[in-house]
């Protein structure tokens, strides 16, 4: 029998089941915790999403209200998410990336494609190889917003969001999924007022006592490998008399007659067509790293491939097919 005046001792509480108390919460608050994750501050998050840090931060202390437990540890540098927040967001990414993906489906379903499409190229690339197609492309598909995001660093993809990366150089592995664009071919390029005051070097193995314009990259910078029609390949040391990280500024100078330098055919082709640059050694192959190389287009792997992507990769495929060469 109950004692008089004792209290029942309350029922222990049931740890709430996981997915039933994320389907509870509200989806914003999710994302919002995935992109804090991501790029460890609030500031940068309100950045994103236009609205103020202190949102942003009310967002994050309702949801780790409605978990019971701390997700963050701030610090006047960083975020730092907890191992409670490691263990919510491996559960939790995948939902809002679905929930994302099925939106998107939706609005796939519609007649014209719509929305905004995020890429990542190189500055050269985004200038050379891209700036040609965008305005063809975007006739097909008016609605489509393109963002362009020109940068010679590589950029993660789910940080900054983007839906499509180009990158250049051989086969890639780097846990993303995505298709070979284009093969290229790098060439030993000098202007005639170069060869008109220096001569034209007779073989690769000349540019060893000639300054050259170059990549500040290894292998750039030291030595470049040539492969002739029988498959010799031959390897020349070179000295560097200009260094430059951008390939539009390496075109520029060889145009300007400073010197030969070594670029991809997508870059140099309008110039060779102009007679402005001259293939030093057109019965070679010619590269700093490897022969077969290439241009990739790049986007995070998931289950869901957006049809505006799928139609970007459809369109550039056969737009640089056509122009090979």
């Known amino acids: 029998a109950q004692c008089p005046g004792r209290r029942r001792p309350a029922p222990a509480r049931r740890a709430p089941d996981s997915r039933a108390s994320i389907a509870r919460m509200d989806t914003a608050l999710l994302r919002t915790f995935v992109d804090v994750v991501h790029l460890g501050s609030f500031a940068e ?4 999403h236009n609205v103020d840090p202190s949102q942003v931060s009310r967002a994050v202390a309702t949801l780790e209200e409605q978990v019971g437990a701390r997700l963050f540890q701030r610090s006047t540098r960083r975020l730092e998410p ?4 490691l263990r919510f967001l491996e559960r939790v990414e995948p939902m809002v ?3 994302d993906a099925a939106i998107a489906e939706a609005g796939d379903s519609t007649s014209e494609l719509r929305g905004t499409l995020r890429i990542t190229a190189s500055a050269a690339f985004g200038v050379r190889g891209l700036g040609p197609m965008l305005a063809p492309f975007r006739e097909q598909h008016p609605k489509i917003v393109l ?8 950029l993660d993809l789910l940080v900054e969001r983007i839906d499509i990366a180009v990158r250049l150089g051989p086969k890639l ?3 993303l999924l995505g298709t070979r664009l284009m093969a290229t071919r790098y060439r030993v390029l000098a202007s005639p007022a170069w060869i008109a005051k220096h001569g034209r070097p007779a073989q690769p193995a000349a540019l060893s006592g000639i300054g050259v314009l170059a990549f500040p990259l290894a292998g750039f910078r030291e030595r470049w490998r040539f492969r002739d029609a029988s498959g010799t390949v031959e390897e020349v040391r070179v000295q560097p008399n200009l260094l430059a990280s951008n390939g539009l500024s390496l075109l520029q100078a060889a145009v300007d007659g400073l010197g030969p330098t070594l670029l991809t055919d997508w870059l140099s082709r309008d110039e060779r067509a102009a007679g402005t640059l001259v293939d030093l050694f057109p019965d070679h ?4 790293t490897d022969f ?6 790049l986007y995070a792997s998931r289950q869901y491939l957006p049809l505006k992507v799928r ?7 056969a737009w640089f097919a056509a122009r090979q060469g």
């Open 45 to 48: 998050v309100a950045r994103r």
């Open 82 to 85: 907890t191992e409670a927040a």
């Open 97 to 99: 990336q679905e929930l």
């Open 147 to 154: 963002d362009l995001v020109l940068s010679d660093q590589v």
């Open 173 to 175: 592995d780097t846990g």
């Open 285 to 288: 192959h010619a590269t700093a």
């Open 292 to 297: 077969d190389t290439g241009v990739w287009l």
């Open 311 to 317: 139609a970007f990769i459809d369109f550039a495929k």
